[in-house]
């Protein structure tokens, strides 16, 4: 096992070295895990806090059209409140407090103790199709919690933005459709109309009746008068070729921030005292059919936990 440490000095060495950004990533490509189809995950030194980027075979390391916040947060609930309280809550940039990595085979992890008493591993493994996020809660604490989650936040760029969800697909029990397609109108309407906004897709959660919220924070929330099927976002690369599609066992909805082009398909669980639970998504990448994608999810869903 390797342990991967990415310290502020080390980064002034680089820059003392007259390296660029670009060529300090390079610099430390050696932590970078590929598989044998060229696909690579590796630790993405411009965040302090848990970053990873999925590289494309044959695309410089430095390449951001993949960037995973792993994870966007860490909240938990107790039994018999309604407030949630954010163990953990991501900071882009150099802030906050860097983990402490291992390489194991082919995943990164690493693991924390929060101050609340629950301690928690995050573990992504990088397999033929994709990338496997595993997250553990360990509760050494007295508290119940009803629900404790950690949003995988995968935001992507360049081949991947869809920033009008035109390639952004779920699926129904009648095939595939755009996860925005009741919304023919944001084809057209100016961005700044558009944006911010977030639109949701109820799986096992009741659709709400209220299809289109403006919010206070100025988002507006589009919900599909239509469930789900299968727990999974879908978004083509702008040739089509390319399909980045997250999943999971079962969630309450699957939803995306067009302007990020994220995709959220996030499981909670439930936590006891002296409880462990586990929760798992998986990120397939890989060149293919949205119809390939669906098999891939059938077949590997079960297997998740």
Not at 224 to 245: C, F, G, N, Q
Not at 262 to 287: M, N, R, W, Y
Request: aromatic share 10%; glycine share 6%.
């Amino acid at each position: 096992m390797r342990r991967i440490r990415f310290h502020m000095s080390l980064m002034c060495i680089f820059v003392s070295a007259g390296l660029s950004c670009a060529g300090m990533l390079e610099a430390l490509s050696p932590y970078a895990i590929q598989n044998a189809a060229g696909l690579k995950l590796l630790v993405d030194p411009e965040n302090t806090q848990p970053t990873l980027r999925i590289v494309l075979p044959g695309h410089p390391q430095t390449d951001h059209a993949i960037e995973v916040i792993f994870p966007e947060h860490v909240t938990a609930r107790k039994q018999g409140s309604s407030d949630g309280e954010h163990f953990y809550l991501f900071q882009p940039g150099q802030q906050g407090t860097a983990p402490e990595w291992r390489q194991v085979g082919q995943s990164l992890q690493y693991e924390v103790d929060f101050k609340n008493g629950v301690h928690f591993l995050a573990r992504a493994t990088l397999q033929d199709d994709g990338v496997l996020f595993h997250y553990q809660f360990l509760n050494r604490s007295k508290s119940d919690y009803a629900m404790i989650w950690a949003p995988t936040d995968p935001r992507l760029t360049s081949i991947f933005r869809d920033v009008r969800l035109e390639r952004t697909y779920v699926h129904h029990k009648g095939g595939f459709d755009l996860l925005a397609s009741e919304t023919s109108g944001r084809l057209t309407m100016p961005l700044s109309e558009w944006l911010p906004a977030r639109y949701l897709a109820s799986f096992t959660w009741p659709i709400p009746a209220q299809r289109v919220e403006h919010r206070a924070d100025g988002i507006t929330y589009y919900n599909k008068s239509r469930a789900v099927d299968e727990p999974m976002v879908a978004t083509l690369s702008t040739d089509h070729k390319w399909i980045v599609s997250s999943f999971t066992r079962t969630t309450g909805n699957v939803w995306s921030n067009p302007e990020l082009t994220c995709q959220h398909v996030d499981p909670q669980t439930s936590l006891a005292p002296g409880q462990q639970a586990e929760l798992e998504v998986k990120i397939l990448i890989f060149k293919g059919s949205l119809e390939e994608a669906l098999q891939k999810v059938i077949a590997q869903r079960p297997l998740l936990k």
